[in-house]
């Protein structure tokens, strides 16, 4: 049984920082590509960050240069290290594995765990 279980949101100041994270179980984590989701109040759940089995990184344009992800495999945790936070950035972040067909990138598994609140105030 997959479960995703993220942590580490909170309320913080625009130009502030958090760390994300994320851990996994029920899936042989070092072999996936793991990503980060987030989706704000009235929008569509976006994706904004992913990393490969080999560590290959890759951001949306929105958040590129002030998001980090990375991973831990001993930890079956996945990381998210945001900094400049921007209003904009206030959503519920989730994590999932991430399939990637054609240039295009897709949740893997169905079930997504509760997300963490991220809120920024101007």
């Known amino acids: 049984q997959v479960q995703l279980v993220e942590s580490g949101g909170g309320l913080v100041q625009a130009g502030g920082s958090l760390r994300l994270s994320c851990a996994a179980s029920?899936?042989?984590?070092?072999?996936?590509?793991m990503g980060w989701y987030r989706q704000a109040p009235g929008k569509q759940r976006e994706l904004v960050a992913t990393?490969?089995?080999?560590?290959?990184?890759n951001y949306a344009i929105s958040v590129k240069g002030r998001f980090t992800i990375s991973r831990d495999n001993a930890k079956n945790t996945v990381y998210l290290q945001m900094n400049s936070l921007e209003p904009e950035d206030t959503a519920v972040y989730y994590c999932?594995?991430?399939?990637?067909?054609?240039?295009?990138?897709?949740?893997?598994?169905?079930?997504w765990g509760q997300g963490t609140q991220v809120t920024v105030s101007s």
């Open positions: 990393i490969t089995s080999g560590d290959s990184t």
């Open positions: 029920g899936i042989i984590f070092s072999s996936n590509a």
């Open positions: 999932n594995a991430v399939l990637t067909i054609g240039g295009s990138s897709f949740p893997l598994y169905q079930s």
